[in-house]
């Protein structure tokens, strides 16, 4: 294929996987990236769609804990977006959560600082909002709670005034989750019922998962045994369509928690059985807990 073809190509690549990364089933394009990317080597393509396709390769390898692949593939990225702010700015960003995942919070600052420089650089509101929400990641995981919701609370007013749906509802996830944390549960419930209205909107079905956890758990804080079970059921059978193992782990090992209180003590077995099996390949916190 000449670099025309490539660059088709990976127009095309890239429009499936926001179709794989939202409708799973999660990695199932994996040989697809492969596949293209390998194809692009030293071709001359468009170093822009290059670069896109290099931080969908390091985003899905992050979610399988490859990190140092992931790595590799998204400070390539960064490399090639170097004359393009924004683009610039979104590598830089994604690079950031490799950081994140192994807890090193002075450098995902100094990453999403340069990626916010980036986007006021280049008066790219949605941009800036992405990189506020992510900026709120370290403070959360110190401890410091207000801090992380104002940052959360910031990126949630720019994706409303930028018309920004899709990260609306991650703000309202992040809020979501924080809230649960800390027992604050009306608001917990409201932030994770605006968070799903538009996950299900996009067809976000991972996020959709992740919010009926959410659901769950404010239910089960406040006793409403039954409702909590029918969320972790209803969030472990849209992960086991999607092939999220981490999130199939945690919806029933909480399943299988709910079920033990409601004095159901056959299915809790099963439930917390499989959640050990499930949990002890991705997260293996969650199955000590199972």
């Known amino acids: 294929a000449d670099a025309a073809e490539l660059d088709d190509a990976l127009d095309a690549m890239l429009a499936a996987d926001a179709v794989f990364t939202t409708r799973g089933p999660t990695g199932g394009n994996a040989e697809l990236l492969d596949a293209v990317?390998?194809?692009?080597?030293?071709q001359?393509?468009?170093?822009?769609k290059h670069a896109r396709a290099l931080r969908a390769r390091g985003l899905l390898t992050a979610g399988r804990g490859e990190i140092d692949r992931s790595r590799k593939d998204l400070e390539r990225a960064v490399e090639l977006t170097e004359g393009a702010a924004g683009e610039h700015g979104r590598a830089l960003l994604d690079l950031s959560w490799t950081y994140?995942?192994?807890?090193?919070?002075?450098?995902?600052?100094?990453?999403?600082?340069?990626?916010?420089?980036?986007?006021?650089?280049?008066?790219?509101r949605q941009l800036e909002g992405m990189t506020l929400g992510a900026l709120g990641a370290p403070p959360k995981e110190r401890g410091e709670d207000a801090k992380a919701a104002k940052l959360?609370?910031?990126?949630?007013?720019?994706?409303?005034e930028t018309g920004n749906r899709w990260y609306e509802g991650l703000a309202h996830t992040r809020l979501a989750i924080l809230h649960l944390e800390h027992g604050h549960i009306r608001e917990a419930r409201e932030h994770a019922q605006e968070a799903l209205t538009v996950h299900r909107e996009f067809g976000i079905r991972v996020a959709e998962a992740l919010m009926l956890q959410c659901l769950g758990g404010t239910a089960h804080v406040e006793g409403e045994l039954e409702e909590a079970r029918d969320c972790y059921a209803e969030s472990a059978e849209l992960s086991a369509g999607?092939?999220?193992?981490?999130?199939?782990?945690?919806?029933?090992?909480?399943?299988?928690?709910?079920?033990?209180?409601l004095g159901d003590l056959e299915a809790a077995r099963e439930h917390l059985e499989e959640a050990c099996r499930t949990s002890r390949r991705r997260d293996r916190g969650a199955a000590a807990l199972a």
């Open 242 to 261: 999607l092939g999220d193992q981490r999130l199939l782990g945690t919806g029933l090992g909480y399943r299988g928690v709910a079920e033990l209180e």
């Open 37 to 42: 990317l390998g194809a692009c080597e030293g």
């Open 152 to 160: 959360y609370r910031e990126a949630l007013s720019i994706h409303r």
């Open 44 to 48: 001359g393509v468009d170093p822009l």
């Open 100 to 124: 994140l995942r192994e807890r090193d919070l002075p450098k995902v600052e100094a990453l999403c600082g340069q990626a916010l420089e980036r986007a006021r650089e280049a008066d790219d």
